[in-house]
């Protein structure tokens, strides 16, 4: 980013001229409309912008941006522009790929850049399927899940991508939805302004291979009794009148209950700056699918120095004791002697 | 044995070639280095080969556990760390055993006495000391009770015996120095800078040096010291140099050349970690390096900041490579500029990884799936890695293509004496980001399409983020020529495949031709060779050459593509010979090119060729 | 335009090709499927080339999301999906603008009318509709208002219009079936069958199917009607088959052969991942299937799997190989059995991942670290993938050694009739594991020694766990011969990688001679294919052969090693063309083997080889 | 596992004809000697033993003992593990690796196993440390870590291996360390004991490398102080007399504290079979490094289906409702025509 003024861009200066190639009604479409309208509000130079993506359906998102991008590899995206983050740290680089992409093949790349806080701001988009190779499970699928490669249902305990980051050091960590275009733009711009590596889930409907994954929790009926907003400071509660809400007990657990069956002070306060992550991370294991009432919002927002900036002060630093670049005195830094 | 009083001889040699061996613990490598350091102030030409084992510390005294370091020291110029040592320094008897075989008949042996003692006997596998059973007379042995005499005198100066031990090594290297007239300074100034802080290490080792000295000048032992004078070297500034050294220095000299930062993504590997390692030390010249979390990671890292106008660089070894072919093919489509190096090694699987071997060619050439053609530049000789790493980046950068960049564990520990390049002299390398749109769409706009070709090289414009109105997207699916929008297309994919690869072919006019030497306008046999062979062709050559045969030799430096002249190079004489440490990967490739009947000497031992076994390659050859 | 009100005539033709093309949401590739099965069960000899877009569903009515469905439906053997389809059936004027140029001259083309609109013109690129302007005059041309008439006949049985719709696919289909008199039996069955349970669309469908097939009967629109003889096939029970289920079932009759359960690890990717779906449907025969995290996992599962005793399988496209090249180096150097699946796609990088090449062969021989060669085999029909794979299955078992197994995307999706085999024909496959001791140490204890090769096929005993006494660690590092230890003998790794060389080396001797075609015995041009190629070249031969050439056909289904006869075969003619569908990949290796002047023939389109194409290749080459 | 009697067998039945080739002084061998003396406890038959290791120091664990082995390649014994696991669901299977082998290449893998819940023991042998490499830093090295790689000191943040293993759904995890046999042998057992996969982080002494990274916590005169040893059921207490214990507060946050400064039994219990994770989490975030009070032992141990036991099943449904393996059957099991 640059201190000179940035001119103001509108949501058709960040669309490409590429028409998007997801089926009709992909939750995808809802979050690139959020996304291309929330641009405009970061203040951004678009040639200062890249996207980089893995494979999948979710990871063909760089092409309808109107910045600098990558459709790269299956998995690689978080290394990619791990490199790319390091050696360019005036850029704002956004990574975007699916469950598959990033949880699966892409896992390892994913935590590292994690736990390293690269500056990345990377959206996993969860379908909880596999959609570009048609419809297998995916390591975000329930247990049972019968697909193509799973006839008889799998076997597999999904990992929750809040869990595995927060368990990989993760400074910032979120979760929202393809029905609220509100809050995924919040927590994409806070997501954006947090300085280092910053995961945000964004729950993903695949109405073709995968339809209604999470419809009983996201769809509108369902959001007051389903949904439990974490909002920084205040305290976790929902249901239409807020009457439920989130408690810690002194065995270290945290419970769901109706605010009239408790004191209410005791209703937990969040507060996503915690440096400790095992609230975030008790808060994560809440639900344990789209099934229950399952938090969204900002689990977890703490300051730790961005990657790349520490690695440009050591640059900084070997210039200060070793002097400007010397080619000549590098190659007599040997022993030498004359002949 | 010899045993007599005189002031002895000092006997003039051309060139002379020394094996330490010892213990892993016992340092070897330190010991052969310092010999080798002060052979090299002294003005001698010379040639190394460390050899270890792939244990941090294998069990010590046992043959796994034996570390060693050949060096030839030479009044000439020399190619190769020699055949067979002239002179072997065994520490203890796993390394007398395991390594005599190596030893010129009837020639020298300097044990240290103290470490044959019954368990170092068994461990070794010797059921009686070979000290005394004259199972070596056929050889010129010294007994040296080295470890005592070390503690002996570090006693004096309060060094605790069991400390005192580990300087035992400078007690050889003072009694060798001495054998060998070798100057004594540089060692001692050495260890000085090395071990001042800690004073009683220091004073140790200089006692150690100075006692061995002393006992050669004074133990009446040996009738016969040697000189080996100064080589006539070119004038100039000389450094002692290894491969993986002289490579990084290539690696930092290309990015100042091209006014460009480096990026190293790495996953540590040997025999390629040190290039991490010695590029981490230098960030004062614009090199950030990443310890990635693996190779795919490392190679991925370095494309990304390609894509973002670095000098993006990966290095790795065998196993690594075969990691990152998913990415290098990537690199292809993207055409940016990368360069991929292979620091090979014994194969296959983790096979021998301490030992060289240059088995990874066909895989540099073919390990990724799809038509994906990139340059390979292959560098010769532990300096001349310099080079080849500059080469590298030249053409990555001009071509905006992955290249591949070969040496191997020979050339990556092996040192040389290098005469340093005068910065001047070397070539800038002319780096044009795009900065303006190259097309005009359907509506008359202004656009940039990212794969508009330059008409001579076919490179693609590199147009780094931040440029403004140059946003484009690219990526691994197939692309419009021209737009780099997706397209499915057949006559597309079919006019893309051949443009990257006409791109690829096409460097051939841009590379040196085939670099020559020995008899090349009349000769009954071409050796061919390509990598770290060229020490060994060399020499061996030059053998079979004084014996009056007809022989030339072609090297090859780009691998991928040829040299524009190599076909007719290879036509130009009745037989080709192709010696290589694998089972014939370059004569695939040739014998594929110009239907050339090239015979491959083979080699995979994890040893370089002697120069004995390339003279005999081409005497085998020559006469039928 | 016809519009004459005469009964129609019924032409004999003796094949036909007809080719479906519509939005990818149009249903075209189960209406290619569903037109094919009908002409399969009335008995004609068929071959099929799906092909669709690399998304699920690209943007509706776009170019980029045509799907089409090509069949050659014939009465008499035929090899390939024919070259120019006579008919094309275009549902939308996005098909009709990307796939009229594969008509052949003159040919028919049925448009669905009502899509012809503004948006839909506009969305491929019509200024005005082609249907209008004349620019379709050489063709002959049937515009039917298929939606409408779809949406008509399904309003009488309560389906909504806009659920109607999408049975306009089996409106077409009806039309066709008409025009080429196939019997309606299979389709109506195949419906109830398949939407049996969802009674409005098995409805709709059937009420569309018999709409097209009235509208044809009766509008009196079409002049004449074809009919399309039962082929005279061997006599047997024949089903529809593609590569990919072929090739599944050629696994699990191995797994049945050898009396070994199978372990398949696998990633899901375009074209393999149906080998992961089909053998996941089979577990009562003893599959065990393993969606791995990446295809590192899956190569590794599968390796552990047969460390365990089963047959180890892993199955992929070309991205899937790249990565695995590591693991497979790592079963070359543990020598145990090793199935690798390479169903190819159009490369490099992601590519054309839906679409057909075969440019990995050289990765498959290739792309690995170190000397580690490898088995290859490839399949050269969809039906033959079932006997291919048993073949890779045999020699893996056999020799311990990972082998490859080479398919495409043309094989994988692409159908014929396979006349099944007689299950009690197919051989066993003998496997013994190891179950004693083999060697004695040196105090004389019997012990295992996993090294220890058989000296006929050089393989090492498989010693799975659970069985006493034959405990053992293998690894990755060079391995002593014999014992397994871990060795970094020189000699050792010369012997070891000369042995595994010679085992991969021995195995042509165990396979079949090369299998030849056409003027064996006295030709002036060899056509050498390998893989899926042998459709095209064997219809294209027969092309230059009715001509009057003289033209020979050797298709390689071993790639690794050669036939042993293969020298021979390639020395008896003056000429030799490899048609390929890379950029001359085996050509390189037959030329490096036996310096031989085979001259590629390549095509990199995503496309097979059309037989006019190999007959052209064949008269270019024959002539000069 | 077999029903039939099992001879007994003693530590020199376990160990191999191989000498070690590690460091002399390297924590490798007490591992090693705790594990071979362990052995015999187990009850296993030698033939029914696999050791799957990678690359690295750790990784040559599998040639020192007298069962079946592979020493495979770098980062991927886990899978190779779980193939063999699926394949063979009655033998025993151990995994063993360094942090490097474990959490940086392979850490992809290792999660993967863990979510699974494939049988394996999986040894996780931390020296924070590459050792064969030569002394790189690794995933779990401190910040700031001066190596080869790193000469101004590294940036990660490290990975702490029990959150990384709770973060992705682990039913087993404890820790222990190089330096006491006992407990060594107890976490092993119970990791082996266990159904499913199960990590044990062992923290492990590279002293060529990195010497003493764990003796602030190890050593003999600290352990009281620096280690809170984890006993389910029991108090989490520590501290000569037990002095130091842990309390959850009501905001979620577990702390260490004086005993004498809190009502006693607010002393938290520790509970090791708690389905829900976050307990165990907050107890792996008590510490941030091997300088700090650090928790050894189960942090975590919940049953769950067995992976490769239920692979198993599925195939058992399959034959009772496909019928047993039938070729011919398969062939014409698609529309089949005859001529
Ligand atoms: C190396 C490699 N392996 C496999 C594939 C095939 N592949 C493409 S996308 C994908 C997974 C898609 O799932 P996800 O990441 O969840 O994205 P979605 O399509 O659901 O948005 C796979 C397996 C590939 N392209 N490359
Ligand atoms: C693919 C691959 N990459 C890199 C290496 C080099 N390598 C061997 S062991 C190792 C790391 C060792 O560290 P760790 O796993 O912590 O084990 P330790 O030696 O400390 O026990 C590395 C990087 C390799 N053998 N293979
Ligand atoms: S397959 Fe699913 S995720 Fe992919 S584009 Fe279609 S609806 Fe979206
Ligand atoms: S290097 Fe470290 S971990 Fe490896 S053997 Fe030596 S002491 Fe042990
Ligand atoms: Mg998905
Ligand atoms: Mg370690």
Redesign the pocket.
Known sequence: MTDIVVPETTKADWTSDQEPRWCPGCG?YSILTALQMMMPDLGLRREDTVFIS???????FPYYMNTYGIHS???RSPAIATGLAMARPDLNIFVI??????????GNHLIHSLRRNVNLTILL?????????KG?Y?P?SEIGKITKSTPIGSLDEPFNPVSVALGAEASFVARTHDMDRAHMQEMMRRAFEHQGSSLVEVF?N?NV?NDGAFAAITKKANRDEMLIPLRQGEQIRFGADNEHGVVFGADGRATVVDVADVDESQILVHDESRRDASLAFALSRLSSGPYEPTPVGIFRAVDRPEYAAEASKQLAFAQEQSGPADLRALLHSHQTWEV | MADTAAVPEVRQLDSIIVRFAGDSGDGMQLTGDRFTNASAVFGNDLSTLPEFPAEIRAPQGTLAGVSAFQVQVSDHDITTPGDAPNVLIAMNPAALKKELHRLEPGGTIIVNEDAFEDRNLAKAGYDETPLEDGSLDAYTMFKVPMTSLTKEVCKDIGVKPRDAERSKNFFALGLVSWLYTRPVEPTLDWIKAKFGRQELVAAANTAAFNAGHAFGETAEYFDVTYEVRPAKLQPGVYTNINGNTALSWGLIAAGQLAKLPIFLGSYPITPASDILHELSKHKNFGVRTLQAEDEIAAVGSALGAAYGGHLGITATSGPGIALKG?TIGLAVSLELPLIVIDIQRGGPSTGLPTKTEASDLLMAMYGRHGESPIPIVAAYTASQCFHAAIEAARIALKYRTPVMLLSDGYLANGTEPWRLPDVESLDEIDVQFATATNAVDAEGNAVFHPYVRDPETLARPWAIPGTPELMHRIGGIEKEDGTGNISYDPENHQRMTDLRAAKIAGIANDIPPTMMAGDVDDADLLVLGWGSTWGSITSGMKRARAEGNKVAHAHLTHINPFPADLGDVLARYPRVIVPEMNMGQLSKLVRAEFLVDATAVTKVKGQPFTAAEIHEAILENIDD
């Not at chain 1, 893995?54 to 063909?60: E, K, L, S, T, Y």
């Open positions: 995808d893995g494979i999948g359906c979710a990871a063909r590899i299956h998995g790929g699916g469950d598959g992409d990033m949880l699966s093949i892409g988009f969860n379908n909880q399927i596999y959609g570009l190779t297998q995916s975000t993903q695949c291979f | 998913e």
